[in-house]
């Protein structure tokens, strides 16, 4: 039986699984200009996160993948758009019962701490792993917190998707960098509605 180091255990956490969800869907969702990625650099992306969040190598990825795991992601993009825990919990029954198989254990063959797997199998495809395990991650976060797992950022130039996590006032933007350019917009609007007010009391 494998051993449960503390390694994995961070690394195959529920809050890890999900902040992998919303990485995933990021980089499956489309360029800035609207334009899909090209195929090659779309794999090299996808691959690169799942590295990035512990993925044993080799991580072999086609485009066919990459386009069915962006129909997951879009899928998956509806529960991040919920903004009541209701509309989000609707929204994960829906894909649990049409997108899902029954709850199972696995230890890869003895390759890893057993773990539940919502997927039909250990060797099921990309795309089906990805919405499986991504389902399964949101909905412990949903039950543990009674919130919304994740929301999507409120920046009207991102597309982004955040997951929620802890205590502390409701998240809006997907990072600090889209938080700061919203607050600096903002600043700039509020002045120059300053501005244009007092022209039109000197006038």
């Given at each position: 039986?494998a ?6 255990s ?5 809050l ?19 334009k ?24 072999e ?14 899928l ?7 903004e ?16 899902t198989g ?11 701490p ?6 039909s199998?250990?060797?099921?495809p990309w ?6 395990s991504?389902c399964?991650?949101l909905?412990v976060l949903?039950?543990d917190h009674?919130?919304?797992p ?5 920046s ?6 955040y997951?929620t996590s802890?205590p502390?006032?409701?998240?809006r933007y997907c ?17 120059r ?6 022209g039109?009391?000197?006038?």
């Amino acid at each position: 039986m494998a051993a449960l180091s503390a390694d994995w255990s961070t690394r195959h956490s529920v809050l890890t699984n999900a902040r992998r969800t919303a990485a995933l869907i990021n980089v499956l969702s489309d360029t800035g200009d609207g334009k899909p990625q090209q195929p090659r650099a779309a794999t090299d992306a996808v691959a690169e996160v799942l590295r990035e969040y512990g993925e044993s190598e080799p991580v072999e990825l086609t485009p066919d993948d990459v386009i069915r795991m962006r129909a997951a992601a879009l899928l998956l993009r509806e529960v991040f758009a919920a903004e009541v825990v209701d509309t989000a919990a609707a929204a994960l029954n829906r894909l649990l019962a049409e997108q899902t198989g029954p709850l199972r254990l696995t230890s890869h063959g003895g390759s890893a701490p057993w773990h539940p797997h919502l997927d039909s199998h250990d060797d099921a495809p990309w795309d089906e792993w990805f919405l499986t395990s991504s389902c399964l991650a949101l909905t412990v976060l949903l039950w543990d917190h009674q919130r919304p797992p994740g929301g999507l950022c409120a920046s009207p130039t991102c597309q982004n998707v955040y997951i929620t996590s802890g205590p502390g006032p409701a998240r809006r933007y997907c990072s600090r960098r889209c938080a700061t350019r919203e607050r600096v917009a903002a600043h700039r609007r509020g002045q120059r509605a300053t501005e244009t007010n007092s022209g039109s009391g000197n006038s």
